[in-house]
């Protein structure tokens, strides 16, 4: 295994046509593995297919807090259903969680208390989607007694919340946000939080890194973030790839 993207939503649309061209490049750059999250029930089988067509792609499945209200209660039967029929290169539950800014947080929470639930139930470690919500989702997962491994997806919180959460057994999932020098206190917790608790991703074709357009972001360019987080840390850029491949084997069951 080389470098992994941990959260990448190689399914959408805007990558039609053009998957093994960008595969390519990716392993080329030295990624050898792509993590592909699904959002909704109705996508599910699209991540499924998108993962299983070609080497190095794997998949988790889970219900956003943007699109709960698109589901009924019986979807989260249909959902552990998934899971627990699903292929070996399905390796989490997700993306699940909470998000302040988009939709209402006591309609989101019952879904991910109920997500936190079947992951625990199946053994499988969470992806999770927290906007603004850090001290809500440490709380929860707390509450919950939740013991499997955590990716906290996309984290740009306080250095506080980051260590909480690691307290917690999350893992801190660093994307492109850490490209831009205006993200100064994302970067400054980033560098502060221990190694062993950092994963990477892109979140493409969101995310973008500075220099890429919005909505245009892909795997390729999991170097480049890579390269910013060995700029803001101290150790030695050898050590920082070893321990992020070790963190990434830790979080996710590999088949």
């Not at 067509?53 to 979807?75: F, K, R, S, T």
């Not at 709380?139 to 996309?154: E, M, N, Q, W, Y």
């Not at 070790?246 to 996710?252: A, H, I, S, Y």
Request: aromatic letters at 6%.
């Amino acid at each position: 295994m080389g470098l992994v993207d941990a959260h990448c939503h190689f399914d959408f649309s805007v990558f039609d046509g053009r998957r093994e061209e960008i595969l390519a490049r990716v392993r080329a750059a030295g990624v050898s593995d792509i993590v592909i999250p699904g959002v909704r029930r109705r996508d599910w089988e699209r991540v499924e297919k998108t993962a299983l067509a070609q080497a190095g792609l794997h998949y988790c499945l889970g219900i956003h807090p943007w699109y709960v209200g698109e589901h009924v209660p019986e979807d989260l039967d249909a959902l552990r259903d998934f899971l627990s029929t699903a292929s070996p290169r399905c390796v989490a539950l997700g993306e699940c969680g909470l998000d302040r800014l988009k939709g209402n947080l006591s309609e989101q929470q019952p879904w991910f208390e109920a997500q936190i639930a079947i992951a625990q139930e199946l053994g499988l470690p969470l992806v999770v989607h927290s906007v603004k919500t850090h001290d809500e989702v440490a709380a929860t997962l707390k509450r919950k007694r939740f013991s499997g491994p955590v990716l906290i997806h996309g984290f740009s919180g306080s250095e506080e919340q980051g260590r909480k959460l690691v307290q917690l057994g999350c893992f801190i999932g660093i994307g492109g946000v850490i490209t831009h020098e205006r993200a100064r206190k994302t970067r400054a917790t980033v560098a502060a939080l221990p190694l062993e608790s950092l994963v990477a991703e892109t979140d493409a074709p969101d995310m973008a890194p500075a220099g890429v357009l919005k909505g245009r972001n892909s795997p390729e360019y999991l170097p480049r973030i890579i390269d910013a987080l060995a700029e803001l840390r101290s150790e030695p850029k050898g050590v920082l790839l070893a321990a992020l491949e070790v963190n990434v084997r830790r979080l996710f069951p590999w088949p």
